[in-house]
C-alpha cells in the first residue's frame, strides 16, 4: 500500500483484505467505494458491523449467531422438538431456512473434523449435541453435511457418538439437483442418483 | 436471507454485498467470517470504518482521500509542483505511488466522462484543475486515464479546457506491459506499441 494513503486506509485495506472473496486488489477497491460512498455505505456499515458486535451472541444451545439466547429457533414453540438438523456453519442453517423445507431444531457445529486442518473433536460442539439428544425430546438427527471427506468423516464420528441414545439418525438425499442437467454433474452424483432411485 | 439470523445480521449482509467484488452469497460468507472471528475480525474492522470515518476525507486541492487537509502529497513540499498527474480516483494514484514512479503532484478527478452514466463535466473536479493550473505553478499536466472510451474522451475534454494555459499536456505511453507475453496481449495495445516503437 502506497504511505500516502494514510495508515486509517491502509488499516482498512488489510482488514478488508480479510474477508473471503476478496484480496489485497478487490480489498483496495472495496475501501475506494466505502471512501467514495461514505453517508450511504462507510458510515452504515461501520454502525452495522459495530451493532453486529455489540448484540449478536451464540445461542448456547444449537449455537447459532443471534441477538437472542436461546436464539429465536430454540426458542419457538412452533418448531418440532423432536427433531434436530445438524449443520457445520450458520450459513448452512440460513440456506435450509430459505428453503423452507425444515421445521425443526437445528445444531451448528461450527466446522467439520479435519485430519489436514488439525480440527478435532473437541474443536466442534458434538458433546453439546450428544447432550441435547440425551436431555430432550430428540427422536430423528438430520445430518445435513457436505458430501465431502471431512464432511462424510464428521458424519460418520457423530453417528458414532449417538449410537445407544435411541435416536434415528438419518442424512440429507444424494441426487441430481433440481435444473440440474446429467451432462454436467460429476459421476458420484449421477451414481448415487442411480443407487437411490424412486418409483415416480 | 433468513428471518432468523436477526435483522442486525441482514443489514450487515445486504451492506457487504454493496461492495465491489461481493455479491448476495459472498457477503453472507463474508457476514459469516466476520461473526466466527468475532475479536480478530469484526471488532478491528468496525473500529477500523469508523475511524476512516471520522478522520479522512478529501484533500481540498487534489481530492484524494487523506486525514491531513491539504493531504500529505499535496503538502509535501519536497515533491515537484511543476508536475500534475491527472488520475480518474485515489486507486490509480496509490498505484502510481507505489510504482515510484512519480515525484510531483496528482489531482483526483472522481470518475469519467461517460454519456451512457450521465456523467458530465460538472461531476467530475475539472474546474479545480483549471484552477490550479492558473494560479499555479504546474508546467506539465500528465494525464493518467484508461485507455478506454470513457478514459480518452475525458482526457481530450481536459486537453481542450486546459489550451491557452501554456500548460504541457501529455498522457502516460501505451505498449507493452513488463512481463506481458504477445500471444496475450489485445490488438490495440500490440498496434500502440508498434507505432510508439523506439530505437532500444
Chains 1, 2 share one sequence.
Not at 480479510?18 to 475501501?31: N, T
Not at 453439546?128 to 471427506?149: I, S, Y
Request: with cysteine; net charge neutral.
Amino acid at each position: 500500500m502506497a504511505a500516502s494513503a494514510g495508515p486509517e486506509i491502509e488499516r482498512l485495506i488489510s482488514l478488508l483484505a480479510k474477508l473471503p472473496g476478496l484480496g489485497p486488489r478487490s480489498a483496495r477497491r472495496a475501501a475506494l467505494a466505502l471512501l467514495k460512498k461514505r453517508e450511504q455505505l462507510l458510515v452504515p456499515l461501520a454502525a452495522s458491523l459495530a451493532e453486529t458486535a455489540a448484540k449478536v451472541t451464540s445461542c448456547s444451545v444449537c449455537g447459532a449467531p443471534d441477538t437472542r439466547d436461546p436464539c429465536s429457533i430454540c426458542s419457538n414453540s412452533a418448531r418440532d422438538n423432536t427433531l434436530i438438523c445438524v449443520v457445520e456453519e450458520a450459513g448452512a442453517l440460513w440456506a435450509m431456512e430459505r428453503s423452507g423445507a425444515f421445521r425443526g431444531k437445528y445444531h451448528v457445529l461450527g466446522g467439520l473434523l479435519s485430519a489436514l486442518d488439525g480440527v478435532g473433536p473437541d474443536a466442534l460442539r458434538v458433546a453439546e449435541l450428544v447432550g441435547r439428544v440425551r436431555g430432550g425430546e430428540a427422536k430423528e438427527v438430520v445430518l445435513a453435511l457436505p458430501a465431502t471427506v471431512d464432511g462424510q468423516t464428521t458424519a460418520h464420528y457423530i453417528a458414532e457418538r449417538l449410537a445407544g441414545t435411541g435416536v434415528e439418525i438419518t442424512s440429507l438425499a444424494r441426487g441430481v439437483p433440481v435444473g440440474g442437467e446429467l451432462d454436467w454433474l460429476d459421476d458420484g452424483t449421477i451414481i448415487q442418483a442411480m443407487r437411490q432411485r424412486r418409483p415416480t
